[in-house]
């Protein structure tokens, strides 16, 4: 049974991406098969204020669940002290932290500090300048600020769909968003939220030709995560399908298109001024953690493996960590290949190309937190559904809650979630 399952689910997830990304190409290079133009507009005031406070609230609620939890899981101690507890013990969260407190170095400000290189500089130097301005607890900071970039990441999503398919896509896109199983990450001191404004921001922005904001929203992703370079493919496939169509792209276009490369290069540049060398971020992940680029049919592999041995012993790392990443990677790249005909090309390979960056690590622990990150899955899932099917729909969304409420009490009852 694993040998079989070791040959199909690796077989079947290379197809689904041959299958999105043969569309891609096909879809850029021929004009008849272009995008439709857009069906939607520019939403009212209203509509975007009533997004953003859809975001803040779903954020508020989930850290009021939060303080639940981390009062119930550490009895007799503060509400700080509890909270600092439950989100700054076994995640990543303790290490942006310290990056915004002590900053990069190999000084010993912090435990492990020289390898801390590993995670890139916008989201510390974010807390940094939100402490500069107002003060108070670091790690409270970083729950603080999720509401504010979440509800950005909201309004600049329903603005993006709405542009192009009207309100009624844009809400239930967002609806989707909300509801997607990983969106507990949205809430807590992480990047997610941070990574997904920037993202959507950059292609809002070139959508509405405003190169000057977009080439600075570039750099940002570039520094926020590496995928975030990834956007300078979106944007090239964007100018493709245009040159196809007789446009010649403006420089301006160009100079948008390179800025998350430019990001990139910032943060190289941060590994070069720190260690002496580019690319210390990728030795210290090789080195200490076993970590590097591979190719995500191996993940389903290799996960399949790791579920199998656990199963008995450790059955909560076999669901939180393997199957929910297999399931992850078939599922997320099954999105994109049914919508290879409805997503905008760009889109699609931005996604394909997201995917098989960071599905592809060679120990990949975090598989929906990095999907729940990327905005064309949701947008795909809200394309597919909404066709005059209310009941599929609200199937969907019921289903995607239910899973929502069960990896969110998994999170926060210790489960090896990251």
């Known amino acids: 049974m694993l040998t079989a399952a070791k040959l199909?689910?690796?077989?079947?997830?290379?197809?689904?991406?041959?299958?999105?990304?043969?569309?891609?190409?096909?879809?850029?290079?021929?004009?008849?098969?272009?995008?439709?133009?857009?069906?939607?507009g520019e939403p009212p005031h209203s509509s975007k204020a009533m997004a953003a406070l859809a975001g803040l609230l779903f954020v508020c609620v989930l850290q009021l669940v939060f303080c639940h939890a981390a009062q119930a899981n550490n009895p007799g101690v503060g509400l700080a002290q509890a909270m600092e507890w439950q989100f700054y013990g076994n995640t990543d969260a303790r290490h942006y932290i310290d990056l915004a407190q002590y900053g990069y170095g190999t000084g010993g400000a912090f435990a492990e500090q020289?390898?801390?290189?590993?995670?890139?500089?916008?989201?510390?130097?974010?807390?940094?300048?939100?402490?500069?301005?107002?003060?108070?607890?670091?790690?409270?900071?970083?729950?603080?600020?999720?509401?504010?970039?979440?509800?950005?990441?909201?309004?600049?999503?329903?603005?993006?769909?709405?542009?192009?398919?009207?309100?009624?896509?844009?809400?239930?896109?967002?609806?989707?968003?909300?509801?997607?199983?990983?969106?507990?990450?949205?809430?807590?001191p992480m990047t997610e939220s941070l990574f997904l404004l920037v993202t959507v921001r950059y292609v809002l922005a070139w959508d509405r030709r405003q190169w000057g904001r977009c080439a600075v929203?570039?750099?940002?992703?570039?520094?926020?995560?590496?995928?975030?370079?990834?956007?300078?493919?979106?944007?090239?496939?964007?100018?493709?399908?245009?040159?196809?169509?007789?446009?010649r792209p403006a420089l301006a276009s160009i100079l948008a298109m390179l800025a998350p490369a430019a990001g990139l290069g910032l943060y190289f540049g941060l590994n070069q001024a720190v260690?002496?060398?580019?690319?210390?971020?990728?030795?210290?992940?090789?080195?200490?953690?076993?970590?590097?680029?591979?190719?995500?049919?191996n993940t389903v592999r290799y996960h399949l493996d790791y579920m199998a041995s656990w199963w008995e012993d450790n059955r909560k790392a076999a669901v939180g960590i393997c199957?929910?990443?297999?399931?992850?990677?078939?599922?997320?790249?099954?999105?994109?290949?049914?919508?290879?005909?409805?997503?905008?090309?760009?889109?699609?390979?931005?996604?394909?190309?997201y995917l098989a960056v960071t599905m592809g690590a060679t120990w990949l622990l975090s598989a929906p937190r990095y999907a729940v990150g990327l905005f064309c899955l949701p947008v795909a899932l809200a394309l597919l559904l909404l066709q005059d099917r209310p009941r599929l729909t609200c199937g969907v969304l019921a289903v995607q809650v239910m899973v929502s409420v069960v990896y969110t009490w998994q999170y926060l009852h210790g489960w090896p979630i990251y």
């Open 217 to 247: 929203l570039g750099v940002l992703a570039g520094l926020c995560r590496a995928p975030g370079g990834l956007l300078l493919g979106l944007a090239a496939l964007e100018l493709a399908a245009a040159w196809r169509r007789g446009k």
């Open 114 to 188: 020289e390898l801390m290189i590993v995670f890139f500089p916008l989201f510390p130097a974010l807390l940094r300048v939100v402490h500069l301005l107002v003060g108070g607890s670091y790690p409270l900071l970083g729950l603080a600020v999720q509401g504010p970039l979440f509800a950005g990441a909201a309004v600049s999503l329903y603005t993006l769909v709405s542009r192009r398919w009207g309100e009624r896509q844009a809400v239930l896109t967002l609806a989707l968003l909300m509801a997607s199983p990983a969106a507990v990450f949205f809430a807590v």
């Open 323 to 353: 199957l929910a990443a297999i399931l992850c990677i078939l599922l997320a790249l099954g999105l994109l290949a049914a919508s290879v005909r409805r997503l905008p090309a760009a889109w699609l390979g931005f996604g394909l190309a």
């Open 8 to 40: 199909v689910l690796p077989a079947l997830a290379a197809a689904l991406f041959v299958w999105g990304a043969a569309w891609c190409v096909v879809r850029t290079l021929r004009p008849q098969m272009a995008d439709t133009a857009a069906v939607g």
């Open 275 to 297: 260690y002496g060398r580019w690319n210390q971020y990728s030795v210290y992940q090789w080195e200490h953690w076993g970590q590097k680029l591979g190719l995500f049919t």
